[in-house]
């Protein structure tokens, strides 16, 4: 396994789960919101052969709704920390040079942290490696295949 990629992606992902972690809640809430809404199915009609009652259908397909959410939600929020985690262990000038190549990329970020950080552009790239290896290796432990 490539642990500095998954790491790298991890990175490029982190603004997406940070972000689910404020949606997810939201639509959660709106789900609950619309459950109140749906009427409780009646009894005193007659079954219909082969065919669901629509009321119960949408019941059961918004709880359904609502658990996967909370289940997506206990994920994301349990990826950011271990993302959070691992960048807490970096120095600022690690973190920022992960930031720029990675977290918030954008066109000229290279001559960007060459001019605030006094260094030439192959010097970025060096810190750039040797700070995705320090992260590498506090979220995983480990950095090379072994």
Sequence with gaps: MNWKREAADKLKNYEAHKQALECLPKEIKRLESAYTGIRSATTDGT?????????????????????????????????VAQVDKALAVLDDEERLVLDRFYIHRAKG?????????????????????????HFTLALYGVTETE
Excluded at 59 to 79: G, T
Excluded at 120 to 125: G, H, I, Q, R, T
Aim: charge should be positive.
């Design 47 to 79: 079954p219909v052969s082969g065919g669901g009652n629509t009321r119960e259908d949408s019941m059961l397909s918004n709880i359904v709704h609502r658990d996967e959410l909370k289940r997506r939600l206990k994920e994301a929020r349990l990826w």
């Design 109 to 133: 970020a290279v001559e960007a942290l060459c001019e605030s950080l006094s260094l030439e552009k192959s010097a970025v790239y060096d810190r750039r490696d040797k700070a995705l290896r």
